[in-house]
């Protein structure tokens, strides 16, 4: 059975357009027989990471900071793929940044060069071996949301893994209207379970997928005036 964590660092934790990208991913996961174990960064105590690397020099793959992230690493450890749930915030909310900064310990600390670039690897008792992102924004374009495309990305080459892909929805607000799912949301979250499976069973998400839920769901210019008019009113 495939074993994976998602982290959702949405401050709205399972009430916001994150989670409700989220969950229909992992729902689709489960339906092709994976174990996910889900966090919401609101519901757990996480400090930020203090720069004193300790855990790269004094007692390699050990924080000092005592706290849930001591709950969360031995989970993270027996997963195989980890699920960064976010809006995007230029670029993150502060909550998923000290998440992310925290999973140092999990690295050997032993740097090398890859193709021009410094990178290191996960230790040999992390099974961890992709990285998918979830992002949400309220902006028109997907590429509002490559800022944190490119964080994950990064994050995953650093680490020596696969980045497996991106499930970004922007403008996720238009998905409802007077808190209901518009028919267009509810084929988008059809889409984004179908993913889920997609991950678990293939290996990968068909770029069909992925460009089916990003897909935009009015012009530009109306987006644009109903902002203008929230605005000025």
């Known amino acids: 059975m495939v074993k994976a964590v998602a982290i959702n660092g949405s401050p709205r934790a399972d009430k916001g357009y994150t989670a409700m990208i989220m969950i229909p991913f992992i729902e689709g996961m489960n339906d092709a027989g994976a174990d996910v174990e889900t966090f919401y960064a609101k519901n757990v105590k996480i400090e930020p990471c203090t720069g004193e ?7 390699p793959g050990e924080c000092y900071i005592q706290d849930d992230m001591q709950k969360v690493y031995p989970i993270l450890k027996h997963a195989e793929i980890l699920i960064l749930a976010t809006p995007v915030y230029i670029p993150l909310p502060g909550e998923m940044q ?19 670039r410094t990178r290191a690897r996960f230790r040999d008792d992390v099974k961890l071996r992709k990285v998918v992102l979830v992002a949400t924004g309220a902006w028109y374009e997907k590429e509002n949301l490559s800022t944190v495309e490119r964080i994950a990305l990064e994050f995953a080459e650093d680490a020596s893994i696969e980045f497996a892909g991106a499930i970004l929805r922007p403008h996720a607000f238009l998905m409802k209207q007077q808190g209901e799912l518009t028919k267009d949301g509810a084929k988008i979250l059809e889409m ?5 499976r997609e991950l678990v069973e ?21 987006l644009l005036q109903r902002y203008n008019r929230a605005v000025k009113s």
């Open 98 to 116: 000290n998440i992310m900064n925290r999973l140092c310990p999990l690295v050997i600390p032993e740097l090398q060069t890859r193709e021009g």
């Open 53 to 59: 690397m300790h855990c790269w020099y004094e007692k």
């Open 192 to 196: 984004v379970r179908q993913a889920g």
């Open 202 to 222: 293939n290996g990968r998400i068909a770029k069909e997928t992925l460009d089916l839920i990003a897909r935009p769901l009015v012009g530009r210019e109306e």
